[in-house]
Structure formats: structure tokens, C-alpha cells
């Protein structure tokens, strides 16, 4: 079945602990994104990948790192999460990014509380 | 900044009305897609558009270029069309390469 796998679904962390949510993509997509959802924003983008080994920030990249190693996997680091971080996160693939039209498949969301 | 807005934000309406959801940007794109978020947070895909019309069941999305305006209407609207609807776009004019969200607008649909 082609999906996009979020994990963990649920976090709850203290500030300043490190930690990671893998994204994996079986539909050998070039483009991947995370996007952060909070209430009365909507959603925003952190960072974007149009292939492996090009990364590129988004509109609120701050306080967040990603690598794109394989095609497949595009991991979220939060180096020392701070409450302000606290938010449902969402990962993203299509089949290319250049212009974006493309049907985009989302994960199931991550949600994160940092305490 | 470059910004969309949806209208209205929140929509109730029994079953079977006729459902239109309107999206507005503020300069020229290159895509716009509408995504529908479940209450259980999932989001998926309804239309991707850059030019048209397109129709897919009971859900039909248009765009006007040149009003930079679309719309997404849903016919014999059911409970079970009861979501956020989202409108995205990509700016044609350069800057990040990612998609641009509009806030939603929540859709409750009453049997």
C-alpha cells in the first residue's frame, strides 16, 4: 500500500531532550516536507527536500533540522525542543517538487506536547 | 507577505445542500490543490488544479486564473462530508519551493 509512515504518533517531552520523528515514503517520491499545524494558523512549512541530499528551509524552519540521506526517509530533529514547539506535525511526499503539481500524500500527524 | 484566504470559515448545513467553499490568493501561482482534514486529523488530497475544472464524484473544484479565485462545491452534501477543507497554493514567482495554506474552513454537515 503506498503511504507515508509518521513515528511516533504521539510525543510528550520535557524541554530541552533531543529527539526525532522519522517520515518514510514507499512511493519513491523526490519531493518530501514537514509542516507543523497550530491552532488559528494553519499549516506551515518547516523545511522541504526536492531530493536526497538537497534540503532547503520552509517559513518557520527555527528550532528544527532534517536530512535527507535515502530517498525514502526524512527525519525531523528537534535539537532542544522548547514549548513553543508544541504542535501537530505533519510529513509529506510527492512524486517531484519542481512545480508542484503533483498530488501530495500527507502522513498521519505527529503530535508533539513539549513540556 | 503572499497570503490565501478561505471563506467562510465555519460552514453548517443540513444534509443535501449544495456546499461551496471559496479560496482566494493574492498573486500569481503555479498550482492549487484542495486537501480535506478528517476529525481524526488525517489529511488527504481532493484535487490538485492549475487551470479549470476538475470533478471527482459529488466534489467539483474550479479555478479562475485571472480573478485569482477557486472554489470547491460539494453536491448532495452527506454527514460524512463533515471535514476541513484546506486550500493550498504554489506561488509562481519564486521563494521557498513548498505550498502556502490557507486556515481551513470547517464543514459540519446535520442528517
Known amino acids: 500500500e503506498a503511504q507515508v509512515t509518521q513515528n511516533p504518533r504521539y510525543l510528550i517531552t520535557v524541554t530541552g531532550k533531543k529527539l526525532t520523528v522519522t517520515c518514510s515514503q514507499n512511493m519513491n517520491h523526490e519531493y518530501m516536507s514537514w509542516y507543523r499545524q497550530d491552532p488559528g494558523l494553519g499549516l506551515r512549512q518547516i523545511y522541504y527536500s526536492m531530493n536526497v541530499e538537497v534540503t532547503d528551509k520552509g517559513d518557520v524552519p527555527e528550532g528544527y533540522k532534517v536530512s535527507r540521506k535515502e530517498k525514502r526517509n526524512f527525519p525531523l530533529i528537534l535539537e532542544s525542543p522548547s514549548p513553543n514547539q508544541t504542535s501537530l506535525y505533519f510529513c509529506?511526499?510527492?512524486?517531484?517538487?519542481?512545480?508542484?503539481?503533483?498530488?501530495?500524500?500527507f502522513g498521519p500527524g505527529t503530535r508533539l506536547t513539549v513540556t | 507577505k503572499n497570503e490565501v484566504e478561505q471563506s467562510p470559515q465555519n460552514l453548517t448545513a443540513q444534509e443535501g445542500e449544495f456546499i461551496t467553499i471559496n479560496c482566494s490568493y493574492s498573486?500569481?501561482?503555479?498550482?492549487l490543490h484542495w486537501l480535506q482534514q478528517h476529525p481524526g486529523g488525517g489529511i488527504v488530497s481532493l484535487f490538485m488544479l492549475s487551470s479549470g475544472k476538475k470533478k471527482h464524484g459529488r466534489l467539483i473544484a474550479t479555478i479562475n486564473i485571472q480573478e485569482k479565485h477557486s472554489s470547491l462545491h460539494i453536491t448532495a452534501s452527506h454527514p460524512r462530508d463533515s471535514a476541513v477543507y484546506i486550500c493550498?497554493?504554489?506561488?509562481?514567482?519564486?521563494?521557498?519551493?513548498?505550498?502556502?495554506f490557507g486556515k481551513g474552513t470547517h464543514l459540519i454537515i446535520q442528517p
Open positions: 498573486v500569481g501561482i503555479s498550482a
Open positions: 493550498a497554493v504554489r506561488w509562481s514567482g519564486g521563494g521557498a519551493d513548498g505550498l502556502t
Open positions: 509529506a511526499s510527492s512524486l517531484k517538487g519542481d512545480t508542484m503539481n503533483y498530488e501530495q500524500y
